[in-house]
C-alpha cells in the first residue's frame, strides 16, 4: 500500500528530482547573467548526494511509494507520486553520477559559446525531466517526463540553431519521436481502459493486476478488470513502439546519428548514457504485460537493430556518427535482454554502457575539441569530426588516449572492464534461451556473436585511425594538438574507473558475482544456466576482440587495406543502409507532395470559394449599388427636378409687381366666371 | 325710364374704369382711387338691387356698410402708402418690387 507521509528516502529522491528544476528556473530567470554554470553543478551535486542517500537506504529493501491525489475524471482518480524500488534508486544515482562529470565537462567544452546560459538551462531541464521519469510511480507522469526529456533533447540537438544541418537534426528527431511517444500513448490508453488505473505498482507489482508469469500465454486475470490476450500483445507492442522511437530501434534509429549535430557533451550525456536508455527502463518497467508475441518481437528488432547498426558503424568517417551507431547497436543487445527476460542483465548493461559510452563520447569530445582549435590556429580546411584527418594523436593527447581505450575494450567486451561482465552475460543468457525456444531461435545468439566481432572491429577501427594511424593532415607542418583541459579530464577519468569491473564485482572475469544482479535479480525470472557457456562465450568472444585488434592495426595502421570502396556493401554500410534515402523517397517527399496538393487545394478551392463568394458579394453590391444610385436615388432626383423645373418655370410669374398680380387674379376670376356662364347655359 | 341694367351699366362702367386705374396707373395714390371707384361700383350696385328688397332695404344698409368700410379702408390704404414712399422715396408700384423672387 501507497504510504501518505514523506520519510527522509522519498525526501532526497523529491529534492533529487526537483533541484535541477529550481537550477532551471534560476537560471532561465538570470539569463544571460548565468553563463558559469554554477547553479547548475551545484544543483546536480546536491541531487547527486541526495540521489547516493536514498539508494543506501531502499537499495535491498522493500520498495518505498508515496501518493498524492492529482486530479479527478470523472469516476477515475488520478495520483501522483514516487515509487522508489532498486530499479528507481538505480537509475536515479546512475542519472546522477553520468550527469555530474558531464557538467563538469561542459565548463571546459562550452567556454566561451554565445549560448552558453540557454546550454546550462536546457541540461538542467533535461536532469529534472530524466530524474522525474525514473522515479515516477505511474506511467501518465513517466509520460509526461517522457515528453519532456524528448523535449529537453530536441532543445540541445538544435542548440546551435543557426546551423541548417542542427535544425534539420531536432526536427527529424521531434517527428521520429513523435511516431513512438503515439505508441507509449496508446499502450498507457489500452491499460487505463482495461484497468482503471496507471499506478507501477498496481498494475506490474509482484501482486499487481498484470503479473503474466514469463512464457505464460494466458490473459491476465484482475480483480478490478481483466484483458483479453489479444489486448495485451496490442499494449506490449504499443509499449515497445515507444521504446523503439526513444532507444532509436531499426527501423525509427534514423534520429539518433542525425542528433549528433548537437555538442558532444549533450551527446554523451542525451543520446548515449541516459535519455536513449530510458526506453529500456520503461520496459523493464512494464515487463509483466508482455507475452510471448511481444518479447518475441523484442527480441528480433534488438538483433535487427544490433546488426544493422554495427554494420553502419564499419564505414562512417564521422567520429561521433560511429559511436552513435555504437550506441543503436548496444540499445540493441539490451532490448535483447529485455526480449528474452532477462532484464535485469539489460538493466545491468545499461549501467555499465551509460559509463563507457558516456566516456567515449567525452573522449571524442576532448579529440574534436583539440582538432577544432587546430583548425582555427592554423586556418585549416577540414572538418575536425572526421576521422580521415586524425592519425597519431596519441603522442599529442595520452590521457585522451588512456580513456578512449579503456572505453573501447569496455565496448568491445575485454575482461577486467565493466563490459565484459554486462555484454557476456547478455550473450550468455541469449543461448540460454535460444536453447528453450527451438532450433530457428539459435539465429539471434549467433547474429549477436557477429554483431560483437562487429563492434570491437570498428571500435579498434576508429582506434586505429585516430591514434595510431599515420597523420594525414597533421603532418605536413608543425601542428601540435593541445591536451585537454583539467576540466574535462577529470571528469574522464572518473568515468574510466566506472568503466572498470571493481565498481561492480570482486571478481572480474565472473558475472554471477555482480552485486547490481543481486539487488534485481530477485524480482527477475531466471533462465536455466548452462555451465559451459559461461566460459565458452567470454572465450571466444574475447579472442575475437583481439583478432578484430590485430586486424584493425594491419588494415589501418601499417596500410595493407584490401577493401574496395566503391563495393555494394561498404556503400550500404557508408550511407547507412540508404535508410534516409529510403525514408526520404517513401515517407518524405510523397508527404510533402501531398502537402503541396493540399497547399494548391487550399489556395484555389477553399480559398477560391471564399474569394470566389467574396467576388459575388462584391458583383451583387456592385449591382445593388447601380439600382440604388440610378433607380432609387433617381426616383427621388426625378422628384426634385420636377419640383425645381416647375419651380423654375413658375418663378417668373412672380415679378414683384402689384399690378401684374392684381391684372393676374382678374384674368383668373374672369375665367372662372365665364366658365360658370358657359357651363350653366 | 331707367331700369335696372342702367344702373348696372353704370356700375359696369365705373368698375372697369377703376381697373383700368388699378392696373394701368404709375402713382399708387392713383390705383387707391381706382380701387375707390371698383368699390363705389359694388355700391351702386347693391342700391340698385337694393330695389327688389322693400321690406328691409338690406341693399341700402348694406351699401352704407360698405361705404364705411372704403372709408376705413382707404386711412390704412393712405398710411401704407405713406410708409412705402418713406421706405421708397417713390410711389411708383413698379419700383416696389421686393417680392420678386
Known amino acids: 500500500m501507497p504510504a501518505y507521509t514523506l520519510t527522509y528516502p522519498l525526501l532526497a529522491a523529491l529534492s533529487a528530482v526537483l533541484l535541477p528544476f529550481a537550477a532551471f528556473l534560476l537560471t532561465a530567470v538570470l539569463g544571460k547573467k548565468a553563463k558559469h554554470g554554477t547553479i547548475s553543478i551545484v544543483a546536480i551535486s546536491l541531487s547527486l548526494l541526495a540521489a547516493g542517500y536514498a539508494f543506501t537506504q531502499v537499495w535491498g529493501n522493500t520498495p518505498i511509494h508515496i501518493q498524492w491525489h492529482w486530479f479527478t475524471i470523472g469516476r477515475h482518480a488520478f495520483h501522483v507520486g514516487l515509487l522508489l524500488d532498486n530499479m528507481a534508486v538505480l537509475m536515479l544515482v546512475l542519472v546522477c553520477l553520468i550527469a555530474l562529470p558531464v557538467h563538469c565537462y561542459s565548463i571546459a567544452y562550452m567556454r566561451g559559446d554565445p549560448g552558453i546560459h540557454r546550454y546550462w538551462a536546457y541540461l538542467s531541464l533535461f536532469c529534472f525531466a530524466m530524474l522525474g521519469l525514473v522515479v515516477a510511480d505511474n506511467l501518465l507522469l513517466m509520460y509526461i517526463c517522457w515528453e519532456l526529456v524528448g523535449f529537453a533533447s530536441y532543445l540541445l540537438i538544435g542548440f546551435w540553431y543557426t546551423r541548417d544541418a542542427a535544425v534539420q537534426a531536432n526536427k527529424k528527431a521531434f517527428i521520429v519521436n513523435r511516431i513512438g511517444d503515439i505508441g507509449f500513448l496508446l499502450g498507457i490508453a489500452i491499460l487505463h481502459s482495461s484497468f482503471g488505473t496507471l499506478d507501477i505498482q498496481a498494475l506490474f507489482g509482484p501482486q499487481g493486476l498484470l503479473t503474466a508469469p514469463m512464457g505464460a500465454d494466458t490473459p491476465a486475470i484482475a480483480a478490478e478488470g481483466t484483458i483479453t490476450s489479444g489486448w495485451l500483445t496490442v499494449a506490449g507492442l504499443a509499449f515497445f513502439l515507444g521504446t523503439m522511437a526513444k532507444s532509436a530501434q531499426f527501423p525509427l534509429h534514423v534520429w539518433l546519428p542525425d542528433a549528433m549535430e548537437g555538442p558532444t557533451s549533450v551527446s554523451s550525456l542525451i543520446h548515449a548514457a541516459t535519455m536513449v536508455a530510458a526506453g529500456v527502463f520503461l520496459l523493464a518497467r512494464v515487463f509483466p504485460i508482455f507475452d510471448d508475441t511481444t518479447l518475441l518481437v523484442i527480441t528480433t528488432t534488438g538483433t535487427v537493430t544490433a546488426f544493422a547498426a554495427a554494420y553502419f558503424a564499419l564505414a562512417q568517417y564521422d567520429i561521433k556518427k560511429i559511436l552513435a551507431f555504437s550506441t543503436i547497436s548496444q540499445l540493441g543487445f539490451m532490448m535483447v535482454g529485455i526480449g528474452i527476460g532477462m532484464y535485469h542483465v539489460a538493466l545491468f548493461h545499461l549501467v555499465t554502457h551509460a559509463f563507457f559510452k558516456c566516456l567515449l563520447f567525452l573522449s571524442a569530445g576532448a579529440i574534436i575539441h583539440g582538432m577544432q582549435h587546430a583548425k582555427e590556429k592554423h586556418q585549416l580546411d577540414i572538418d575536425p569530426q572526421d576521422i580521415r584527418h586524425m592519425g597519431g594523436l596519441r603522442r599529442h593527447m595520452p590521457l585522451t588516449f588512456t580513456t578512449m581505450l579503456i572505453a573501447s575494450l569496455a565496448l568491445a567486451g575485454f575482461p577486467f572492464t565493466a563490459g565484459y561482465l554486462s555484454k557476456d552475460a547478455l550473450l550468455v543468457h541469449a543461448f540460454e534461451w535460444a536453447a528453450l525456444h527451438g532450433e530457428a531461435a539459435i539465429a539471434i545468439p549467433l547474429v549477436l556473436v557477429i554483431v560483437s566481432i562487429l563492434t570491437s572491429f570498428y571500435i579498434f577501427r576508429l582506434l586505429a585511425k585516430v591514434f595510431f594511424a599515420r597523420p594525414s593532415v597533421l603532418a605536413n607542418n608543425d601542428i601540435h594538438i593541445h591536451e585537454a583541459s583539467r576540466w574535462m579530464l577529470a571528469p574522464m577519468a572518473f568515468l574510466a574507473f566506472c568503466s572498470l569491473f571493481p565498481i561492480f564485482t570482486f571478481h572480474p572475469l565472473n558475472d554471477g558475482q555482480v552485486w547490481l544482479l543481486h539487488g534485481l535479480v530477485a524480482e527477475a525470472p531466471t533462465l536455466p544456466p548452462l555451465r559451459p557457456l559461461h566460459i565458452l562465450v567470454p572465450a571466444l568472444a574475447t579472442a575475437a576482440t583481439l583478432v578484430m585488434a590485430t586486424l584493425a592495426w594491419r588494415w589501418y595502421v601499417n596500410g595493407h587495406y584490401p577493401i574496395r570502396t566503391k563495393g555494394v556493401l561498404y556503400r550500404l554500410s557508408e550511407r547507412q543502409g540508404y535508410l534516409n534515402e529510403l525514408y526520404d523517397a517513401i515517407i518524405v517527399r510523397p508527404l510533402l507532395k501531398l502537402s503541396l496538393l493540399l497547399l494548391w487545394i487550399d489556395h484555389h478551392v477553399v480559398d477560391g470559394a471564399i474569394n470566389g463568394m467574396a467576388t459575388a458579394g462584391r458583383s451583387l453590391a456592385g449591382i445593388a449599388a447601380w439600382i440604388d444610385y440610378h433607380l432609387v436615388d433617381g426616383l427621388i432626383r426625378l422628384v426634385g427636378n420636377l419640383a425645381w423645373g416647375a419651380g423654375h418655370v413658375l418663378r417668373r410669374s412672380q415679378t414683384g409687381r402689384v399690378q401684374q398680380y392684381v391684372a393676374l387674379v382678374f384674368f383668373i376670376v374672369l375665367v372662372i366666371l365665364l366658365y360658370h356662364i358657359f357651363a350653366q347655359a | ?101
Open chain 2, 1 to 101: 325710364m331707367i331700369t335696372l341694367t342702367h344702373f348696372l351699366v353704370v356700375g359696369a362702367c365705373l368698375f372697369s374704369t377703376g381697373l383700368y386705374a388699378v392696373l394701368s396707373r404709375r402713382n399708387a395714390l392713383l390705383v387707391l382711387v381706382g380701387i375707390e371707384l371698383m368699390i363705389n361700383a359694388a355700391i351702386v350696385n347693391l342700391v340698385a338691387f337694393g330695389r327688389y328688397d322693400k321690406s328691409l332695404y338690406g341693399g341700402q344698409v348694406f351699401a352704407l356698410f360698405a361705404i364705411v368700410l372704403a372709408a376705413a379702408a382707404v386711412a390704412v390704404a393712405l398710411a401704407i402708402i405713406l410708409n412705402v414712399y418713406k421706405f421708397y422715396k417713390s410711389v411708383n408700384p413698379e419700383d416696389i418690387s421686393n417680392l420678386k423672387d
